[in-house]
């Protein structure tokens, strides 16, 4: 066993086919195919072209038969299933094909040959037909492992919810888990630990030794560091408790700025900032390497709230200033000080709210069986892939939602991760941080408002003899610092704060009056409005192939869906010049692909949009405006949200408003709105990658 991909990628691939996994994803069939006279196609070839209406002909007017067989023993099935030829599948099926027939040197059946390139929707298609996925092919390999090497997530998914022996073993004694961690597909792992694998290898070690093992790089390493443990797999020890350290977290920040703000008011302003800028370090030293024991001083502090608490700290200071100078030295603007007092108050209030409230978890399905039937369902409708799907939660993404890495849940109308508030935002806390970000603005204004009043009316001297000749600052600014240094430290550092948060309420503002998360604007350019379907995507970009058929039939054009995607293992898969520019980040400026998406978005208008007006009301009531609840809509309704809702205001009306008639309209309203998705102005998830 000296290189376990040479087996998959060397004998892997169907001897017998002369259609390769590139020429079966295109819709046009070169060589072979290509040199067959028009009348004399055979059933192979229509089967391999998907052409129902050959097929069909060539048996009724029996030339051909179903089960027919070529000089390879392939059958027509065998070649419909290896090119996704759902509907020429379907057909043949219901023609009495043999649906567990053995051809092609592997001898292996059509599921297997579909297994081999992930082609999740045969796959269903042939189980829905009885085919036996447990069956094994000269390899001994069975449908599972054929789909793991595939690496297509969705396909191997559904195949783990049907009957089927997950620790089954190829002639070599690989299991499919195995065949994940050697290829390297961290979600297939994932996907195959979840199913309970207790299976040890000759040498007596478990698949999860062996992950541990076949992938002990680089990432290997960065996964242990996130988890909590070192390198050889023990548990890191932290300095304190997991409370304790959320604890010191939050609270010093609030030491080390009034330390900051203390050093620039004891040392003249040469060493104190310089000092300050120390101290700072010095904190987030403390914080990362310390507390949270992270080997880098990045990327690892937004699980914690150290975000949260040099919030915490700016308020903590704002505030004693204000009760310790302002409001005894500008008693002449009580009504300002009212104001502040209570905006103060509400962004206190809000802020922890933010942080405090549930951002709106979707709800997963509290049984296996309830499991099995979203995923069945999903998947007889054509649309078992990652937007409809979350695998880390093992439940159904409702629409407009997203799964935070970092919180590792799926958050309803997801906005962003905010590590500002320690939490995401979304449908439930979306109110409360929109809030908060506005108080905190009005706040700081107010705040600097009263500091003026207070130095323009306090007795500085402007004696140059009282002035510190080091100071390069203008000499009243030079006197203003050295009368209150500490008060124009605290309002220095709230005004630099004022720059951010007032681009973020700006933006906030834009995008809760045009009905959009933070999520949805950021993608406008590469997929085009709210998941019209953009140009290339980034999957294209990082050297994945997408299969997007433009099809009447919807099944059919969902075949493999967003996750079923080939590797190009080369080094440059797909890079070229766009590699640094996608990298960067400006990919979307360039090759028109904005003014593809934004076109695309003027074709597929935004379905929840209300209006200004509306959209604020429903933003603020959480999607009852829409009559929605986020955490569990999965469709768009054929007749858009504003005329569902009517409908359903009438409805019951109709019902005599009884309060469970009521309810169970509503779910019926959701269940059987389900269907026909053509006529919803393209609207589609976005990709979430
Ligand atoms: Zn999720
Ligand atoms: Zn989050």
Redesign the pocket.
């Known amino acids: 066993m000296d290189d376990p991909t040479a087996i998959v990628s060397g004998k892997g691939e169907p001897s017998a086919s002369a259609v390769t996994a590139a020429s079966a994803t295109s819709s046009n069939f070169p060589q072979a195919t290509q040199t067959v006279q028009e009348q004399d196609v055979n059933i192979f070839v229509a089967a391999q072209r998907g052409d129902v209406d050959t097929i069909r002909r060539l048996i009724e007017s029996g030339k051909a038969s179903a089960t027919d067989r070529d000089e390879q023993n392939i059958t027509p099935l065998h070649w419909a299933a290896i090119n996704a030829q759902l509907a020429a599948c379907r057909y043949l099926l219901e023609q009495g094909a043999e649906v567990d027939a053995l051809g092609g040197d592997l001898v292996a059946t059509p599921m297997q040959w579909a297994a081999r390139n992930g082609y999740l929707y045969v796959i269903q298609l042939l189980i829905a037909h009885n085919a036996d996925p447990n069956i094994t092919d000269a390899q001994g390999y069975n449908t599972l492992h054929l789909v793991t090497h595939s690496s297509s997530v969705m396909a191997l998914l559904y195949l783990l919810h049907q009957p089927i022996n997950v620790d089954a073993r190829d002639s070599q004694g690989h299991t499919a888990l195995m065949w994940a961690a050697y290829q390297g597909d961290a979600l297939s792992v994932d996907l195959l630990l979840k199913h309970d694998i207790r299976a040890k290898d000759g040498e007596g070690r478990t698949p999860r030794d062996m992950a541990v093992e076949l992938k002990s790089l680089g990432a290997w390493k960065r996964a242990l560091d996130e988890g909590g443990f070192t390198e050889d797999g023990i548990p890191k020890r932290k300095p304190l408790n997991e409370r304790n350290t959320r604890i010191a977290i939050l609270t010093l920040p609030i030491a080390f700025l009034y330390f900051m703000f203390m050093t620039l008011k004891i040392l003249p302003w040469y060493t104190g900032i310089i000092l300050a800028m120390a101290l700072f370090f010095g904190m987030h030293h403390i914080v990362t390497r310390v507390l949270l024991d992270k080997s880098n001083y990045t990327d690892s502090v937004a699980q914690s709230p150290y975000f949260a608490g040099i919030i915490t700290g700016s308020i903590v200071w704002v505030t004693y200033a204000w009760l310790t100078r302002l409001i005894h030295q500008t008693e002449s603007h009580p009504f300002i000080h009212l104001t502040l007092a209570i905006t103060i108050g509400l962004c206190a209030y809000n802020f922890f709210r933010a942080i405090t409230l549930d951002?709106g978890t979707c709800p997963k399905p509290s049984s296996d069986a309830e499991l099995k039937a979203v995923i069945e369902e999903l998947a007889s409708q054509g649309r078992l892939n990652g937007q409809t799907f979350c695998i880390q939660c093992m439940a159904r993404k409702p629409l407009r939602s997203k799964h935070?890495?970092?919180?590792d849940?799926c958050?309803a109308r997801h906005d962003h991760?905010c590590p500002w508030v320690w939490?995401?935002i979304g449908v439930n806390n979306h109110r409360q941080f929109l809030l908060f970000v506005i108080t905190l603005v009005l706040g700081i204004i107010l705040f600097d408002y009263l500091t003026f009043e207070y130095f323009s009316t306090a007795p500085i001297s402007t004696d140059p003899s009282n002035i510190s000749p080091s100071c390069i600052l203008p000499a009243t600014l030079c006197a203003i610092t050295a009368y209150d240094t500490f008060l124009f430290a605290v309002a220095a550092w709230s005004t630099l704060q004022l720059s951010w948060t007032l681009i973020l309420l700006a933006t906030q503002l834009w995008q809760v009056a045009r009905q959009m998360t933070t999520f949805e604007v950021s993608n406008l350019g590469r997929y085009g409005f709210m998941g019209g379907r953009g140009g290339a995507t980034l999957h294209g970009q990082m050297g994945h192939q997408h299969r997007h058929l433009p099809s009447e039939d919807s099944a059919d054009s969902n075949l493999g869906g967003a996750h079923t995607h080939r590797h190009s293992h080369g080094m440059c898969g797909g890079c070229g010049s766009g590699f640094l520019m996608s990298l960067l980040g400006f990919d979307r400026f360039t090759k028109g692909k904005a003014a593809d998406g934004l076109a695309r978005a003027a074709k597929a208008p935004n379905p929840f949009d209300l209006g200004i007006v509306g959209n604020c009301k429903d933003f603020w009531t959480r999607g009852q405006e829409l009559g929605v609840e986020y955490e569990r809509l999965y469709d768009v309704p054929l007749e858009g949200f504003a005329e569902a809702k009517r409908r359903r205001e009438e409805g019951a009306d109709d019902l005599h408003a009884n309060e469970g008639g009521r309810k169970s309209l509503r779910n019926k309203l959701f269940m059987g709105l389900g269907l026909g998705r053509s006529s919803r102005n393209g609207y589609e998830p976005l990709s979430q990658v």
């Open positions: 951002p935070c890495r970092i919180c849940r958050i991760h939490n995401c």
